[in-house]
């Protein structure tokens, strides 16, 4: 028993490392080992701006008093210098903490006095390079709100500029190369703002190395239908955001930028408009986004908001959706809508082979709205780290889709790993005629014994949806997870490899293979 454990196991650390790029090996060395020295200089005269500065798009208010702030549903005091670091929060709730994102939120001018305050306070009880609020990410997006909440009209003292240039310069020695994704754009984006916010050589070199990040990531990061590559909605939310927020700063600094990187420059706005695309196909009808692998509400700006800044831009506006079936080709998403129902198909990998950290297994999962409401829905992300409410949301069984065995489609791990990935196969669309049928299987139950292949095939009629899905190969038990039993609208059923009937499971029940 002890010996089939550790090769297990073993197996899974393979299955999990093979896939990564050789500088996020050694970047995480690297990161682990050199810990730079603050650089306490004194900050840099500020650049004069030339151009114009747009309100950005707002967040929900998450601080609801000068010492209580609420963060994914859950409220806490933070009237001590503790609070800062405190040991009982969730990670993600202290990230949140250490964004500052309530500088920039909805009615946030009649909470100025409260954000003054929070500043100095955050200033004075976090020591440079010290605690969770210095970590490069929460460091990378407060930057960023800070310059934001600045360029709004705020003033900002000496002393606050003198932070943010030590902030800069510890971001500038910390590029999480190990992690690479989001995490490094948002590196790359904290110092393109402080490069073009500060004037003279050192901010040349932060706006310098932003730029380069930039260029060499936005190819990759961005897809070619325009969907931001980790294939969450919520993450594609916030690239789209970046990207916005980055062409309103150069338009705000037009003469910040050498002429070096000019043609990137003026490459975002239609950038930006391709990115729009699939934030409106990813919408449900109630105006939020789809829960599909880590997604949540109200950490990205909303859909409003989004479309709101792109106005103020002068991006061009989209065509509305009508009936018929969109394709996210490289997303690998589906968006099936006719009459007053509005479906969202999964059909996509799990994201970059060497990204999976905000994967779920969700493959061949869909979401449902009918009638304007949400009917059938994703767990979607409430907590990040490594415990077991983590493991659940990431797991098959959270998802609208058919566990085998009690196993995930795909091997989800330890918060942010993945070992033996599913892969989608066989996708058929046909959109002609009363009925559109979307077919698609996946391999991700290949590894168990017997081999067995999920397919799944979704009926759109006049008035009707039927989902059947089909096990070819020897299995124990599956479980079918929609929570719905057979009605005149849905219908939802298993359908066992070599027999002739079907059988309809509502949510919990099992099917003996």
Not at 29 to 43: C, E, G, I, M, N
Not at 128 to 144: A, H, K
Not at 210 to 219: F, S
Not at 348 to 353: L, R, S, T, V
Request: glycine share 8%; proline share 5%; net charge neutral.
């Amino acid at each position: 028993m002890i010996v089939s454990r550790t090769v297990h196991l073993l197996a899974r650390y393979l299955h999990t490392l093979r896939y990564l790029r050789a500088e996020q090996i050694y970047g995480r060395v690297w990161f682990r080992l050199y810990t730079p020295s603050p650089d306490h200089r004194p900050a840099l005269a500020l650049r004069t701006g030339a151009g114009t500065w747009q309100q950005p798009a707002k967040r929900r208010v998450s601080l609801s008093s000068p010492t209580c702030c609420r963060f994914l549903n859950e409220e806490r005091d933070i009237g001590s210098a503790a609070a800062w670091d405190d040991p009982s929060c969730d990670k993600l709730w202290l990230y949140n903490l250490h964004y500052f994102d309530d500088l920039n939120a909805e009615g946030a001018a009649g909470r100025s006095a409260w954000h003054t305050a929070l500043i100095e306070r955050w200033i004075s009880e976090n020591p440079p390079g010290e605690g969770t609020g210095w970590e490069p990410y929460p460091t990378s997006l407060r930057i960023v709100n800070w310059i934001k909440w600045a360029l709004g009209g705020n003033a900002m003292c000496a002393e606050w500029q003198g932070s943010l240039a030590v902030q800069a310069r510890w971001l500038a020695k910390r590029l999480e190369w190990h992690l690479l994704g989001n995490h490094l754009f948002a590196n790359a984006k904290a110092l393109i703002f402080a490069g073009c916010y500060f004037d003279g050589a050192e901010a040349a070199t932060w706006l310098a190395k932003g730029l380069r990040i930039l260029e060499r990531e936005l190819p990759e990061q961005v897809l070619p239908d325009g969907g931001q590559f980790e294939r969450s909605p919520m993450y594609h939310a916030l690239a789209f955001e970046d990207v916005l927020d980055l062409i309103n700063l150069f338009a705000a600094f037009p003469n910040a930028v050498p002429e070096r990187w000019q043609g990137l420059v003026s490459s975002l706005p239609e950038l930006a408009t391709r990115m729009h695309r699939p934030l409106a196909v990813m919408r449900h009808p109630d105006g939020d986004i789809a829960l599909f692998n880590d997604a949540a509400m109200g950490i990205a700006p909303s859909c409003r908001e989004l479309e709101g800044y792109t106005v103020r831009l002068r991006l061009p506006a989209l065509s509305a959706l009508t009936d018929g079936v969109v394709r996210l080709r490289d997303s690998g998403y589906l968006r099936v809508q006719r009459g007053e129902c509005v479906a969202f198909l999964d059909v996509a990998p799990i994201g970059p082979e060497y990204l999976p950290g905000h994967a779920h297994a969700d493959t061949l999962s869909f979401e449902l709205s009918l009638f304007g409401r949400r009917v059938l829905v994703n767990s979607g992300t409430s907590v990040y780290g490594t415990g077991p409410e983590r493991q659940r949301q990431r797991g098959t069984a959270a998802h609208t889709t058919v566990t085998l065995d009690g196993a995930d489609s795909s091997e989800v791990w330890a918060g942010f790993r993945v070992a033996r990935r599913a892969r989608p196969f066989g996708l058929q669309v046909d959109d002609v005629g009363e009925v559109w049928c979307v077919a698609c299987s996946h391999d991700g139950y290949r590894r168990l014994t017997g081999k067995p292949v999920h397919r799944r095939v979704w009926r759109f009629g006049q008035g009707s949806l039927s989902v059947m899905d089909t096990v070819e190969g020897p299995f124990r038990e599956a479980v079918l997870r929609p929570s719905v039993v057979e009605s005149a609208r849905t219908r939802s059923s298993l359908r066992v490899s070599g027999r002739s009937k079907e059988v309809f499971l509502s949510h919990g029940e099992t099917i003996q293979g």
